[in-house]
């Protein structure tokens, strides 16, 4: 069993839309999510995707992957709650900088997504807002990318293979037109992901692939607690096992990871102060976890 994420197109990008998050988060607080910042970030994209083009091995398959399903960002209309508040969030988070007591406004700004915030950076000059869901079809490419190469990949256990091959199933079956997700949808799928991983670390027995295995699947956790509260219940599941059962290992992971630690830390940071500025509660709508007593 081997795992190398270098060589997988799909994890890449993931990695990178939850870099971009948690840029998002940060230059939040000190300026809007204008059309100079975010044509920087993706003129600095552009540079390193130009520079480890040649990398990405069986480029023309994903260019025919990524075309394809690219369909479905055109021929669907827009989720039930974008007009409610996805849009309206997204939107003011492109002319003003982070906003204390938001929520006094209408209820709808205290409900937190980092997927707003990440949609808020896809504001560019003359597509203006009309690429705020490509982040949904950004992030279903990746997946099922991710998925195709762990399911056709020779080092992998079986059982392994038949769950991506069953997940790409399950996810073109289910998921389609990419524009009607809503925030949460984004997680369901990456809990796949999760799962996968979770599978892939019991049965490696290198352990430096399951020090990997255990980064990314910290990352995902987090990353998908930060679109939906809910999906905490896996970040508990996750620490269980891997505290439980291999505790020894864990502890020692944990001194040697001080940059994982740190970057998940920083996310968390950034996620419990936007919900207190914009709601007043640490996790919005956790009532025991909300401050009464703030001004605003």
Do not use: M
């Not at 025919?64 to 021929?75: A, E, H, M, N, P």
């Amino acid at each position: 069993l081997s795992i190398k994420y270098e060589d997988n197109i799909g994890i890449i990008v993931i990695l990178g839309l939850i870099l971009l998050t948690l840029i998002s988060y940060i230059t939040i607080f000190f300026i809007p999510h204008s059309y100079l910042l975010n044509l920087l970030i993706f003129f600095i994209w552009f540079i390193f995707f130009i520079k480890n083009l040649r990398n990405i091995k069986n480029l023309k398959f994903v260019i025919i992957i990524t075309s394809i399903l690219f369909i479905g960002l055109l021929v669907s209309k827009t989720h039930d709650d974008f007009a409610f508040y996805h849009f309206q969030t997204a939107l003011n988070l492109t002319r003003n900088k982070i906003q204390i007591g938001l929520s006094n406004l209408d209820f709808s700004y205290a409900k937190h997504s980092s997927l707003l915030y990440l949609n808020s950076l896809f504001y560019l000059p003359y597509f203006k807002y009309y690429f705020f869901n490509a982040p949904n079809q950004i992030f279903l490419t990746a997946i099922i990318l991710s998925f195709y190469i762990y399911a056709y990949n020779d080092e992998n256990h079986s059982f392994l293979r038949i769950f991506s091959f069953a997940s790409i199933t399950y996810i073109l079956l289910k998921f389609t037109r990419a524009s009607e997700y809503g925030t949460d949808v984004i997680g369901q799928l990456l809990i796949l992901l999760f799962i996968y991983n979770i599978f892939q670390f019991f049965k490696a027995k290198n352990k430096i692939i399951r020090e990997n295995i255990l980064v990314l699947s910290g990352i995902i956790c987090i990353f998908c607690v930060t679109l939906k509260t809910y999906f905490v219940f896996y970040t508990l599941i996750y620490l269980f096992l891997l505290i439980k059962i291999y505790r020894n290992f864990f502890i020692n992971f944990i001194k040697k990871r001080i940059t994982f630690i740190f970057s998940i830390f920083l996310i968390c940071i950034s996620y419990s102060l936007l919900n207190i500025i914009s709601s007043g509660c640490l996790i919005y709508p956790i009532p025991f976890l909300c401050f009464e007593n703030f001004i605003w």
